[in-house]
């Protein structure tokens, strides 16, 4: 009776041809809200999820300049993975993880999480000591991780390039199996609709221009839409960060690059592991449509474009023919840009401001869109309770005044040097 039912509510949609309702109301905004959250992106909107779901509030606004989906969670390649080794960074992102984990229950809504693991590749001894150490402490933390040696790693990704004529030798990898990839857009439209369903307000097409203040404290924000007032305000813009800062009188040790990814024409499963290059900082997967997704570092000057850089696409293509020179003559079908906002540490900040009653949520360098449910998570618990988060404490913005600074750039993001 089911499977009958089924295949005729199938038939019936199949036929029918009038638009699908809408995920989230097109909001207006009101006067005021309790909160309001300048982004709408994957983290502005799961931290406005997180307020109404996890504690109550409702009253909330969320202000995206553009389009949902229309920045970064819209532009990068999805990956998602807790395989870190600088102590903070290891708990917060496998607690991302575990939240990715339930997400599509929790939002009722499929975000297409595919666990298909992750393999970090070393070029040589001494990076492969590195990935031992970094697999010893994601084990003492509670994370799976399972060194391969050469002999194993052929076996896993048996079309890498192996031969004595190999540009950058293969000694072994770091595999996490729980890692993999999540549809970038589907995070998007699911938060959104979930947020929307609670009573959050979300408004696009809404920029921020400036900020209401008394008395040095954030009341609420001048926008393209007239002022709105707030008690508590966040800033969540990904690569504009630091210009949305500067409007309410911070200048951040942030720094906007373009990180530029790539997608070619489909081809039989091929690549059935995200993996990463250790000798550059590239990372390949294949999407379920059979494209190659990949990409590598950012461009190497500052940029508030969304448009690709032809130096940075001849870097990436020479690093995936280095690897797999199987692929040298398939078409690249599209390129697009993401704007990063790279911190000195290549770690994020997350909290309070010198400003009462503002928020931040910025610097999250290549790792923000894995960060997606974590940081709305701790994010929304510290603008309901005015305090971080125990997870998030070690992100503070003063860290680097304090010593504190946490070196993901030296241990996270290591490249092979010869």
């Known amino acids: 009776m089911n499977d009958t039912y089924s295949a005729l509510s199938l038939a019936r949609h199949a036929l029918d041809d009038s638009p699908w309702p809408a995920a989230w109301r ?5 006067p005021g809200y309790d909160v309001v959250i300048i982004g709408g992106g994957g983290h502005g909107l799961a931290t406005a999820y997180y307020l109404a779901a996890n504690h109550g509030i409702r009253n909330v606004a969320v202000l995206e300049r553009g389009y949902i989906g229309s920045g970064n969670v819209g532009r990068n390649t999805t990956l998602v993975r807790s395989n870190y080794q600088t102590n903070g960074n290891t708990q917060f992102f496998e607690f991302s993880l575990k939240l990715w984990e339930g997400l599509s229950h929790a939002l009722n809504y499929n975000v297409m999480l595919s ?4 393999i970090v590749l070393a070029h040589g001894p001494g990076q492969l000591d590195s990935l031992a150490r970094k697999g010893n402490t994601m084990l003492l933390n509670g994370i799976e991780a399972e060194l391969l040696d050469r002999a194993a790693l052929m076996r896993l990704l048996p079309y890498l390039d ?3 004529r190999a540009r950058f030798p293969l000694y072994g990898g770091l595999l996490q199996r729980r890692a993999g990839t999540v549809r970038h857009d589907a995070v998007a439209w699911g938060y959104a609709r979930a947020a929307d369903r609670l009573g959050v307000d979300i408004i696009e097409n809404c920029e921020v221009t400036g900020f209401v203040t008394e008395g040095g404290r954030v009341t609420g924000v001048r926008t393209s839409r007239g002022e709105i007032g707030a008690g508590r305000t966040a800033i969540s813009v990904a690569g504009h960060s630091s210009e949305v800062a500067r409007l309410a009188g911070l200048r951040l040790p942030v720094e906007s690059h373009l990180l530029q990814a790539f997608v070619t024409e489909p081809v039989k499963p091929l690549v059935d592991h995200v993996i990463s290059f250790g000798a550059e900082l ?5 999407s379920d449509r059979g494209g190659l997704v990949f990409g590598g570092h950012i461009d190497g000057f500052n940029s508030y474009t969304q ?4 130096p940075k696409v001849q870097t990436v293509a020479e690093c995936a023919v280095a690897l797999m020179p199987s692929i040298s003559r398939l078409r690249i079908l599209r390129h697009w840009g993401g704007i990063q906002d790279m911190t000195p540490d290549g770690s994020p900040f997350i909290g309070r401001t010198p400003v009462e009653n503002l928020y931040l949520n910025a610097g999250w360098c290549y790792q923000g869109f894995k960060a997606t449910p974590a940081t709305g998570w701790c994010f929304a618990h510290t603008l309901a309770h005015g305090d971080e988060h125990p997870l998030i404490r070690c992100f503070s913005l ?7 600074g946490l070196d993901e750039y030296g241990l996270g993001n290591w490249t092979w040097k010869q």
């Open 307 to 310: 448009r690709g850089q032809l």
């Open 26 to 30: 097109k909001a207006e905004a009101r």
């Open 115 to 118: 666990q298909r693991g992750q």
């Open 282 to 286: 590239f990372y390949i997967s294949q």
């Open 162 to 164: 192996y031969s004595a």
């Open 398 to 404: 003063d860290r680097f005044h304090h010593g504190d």
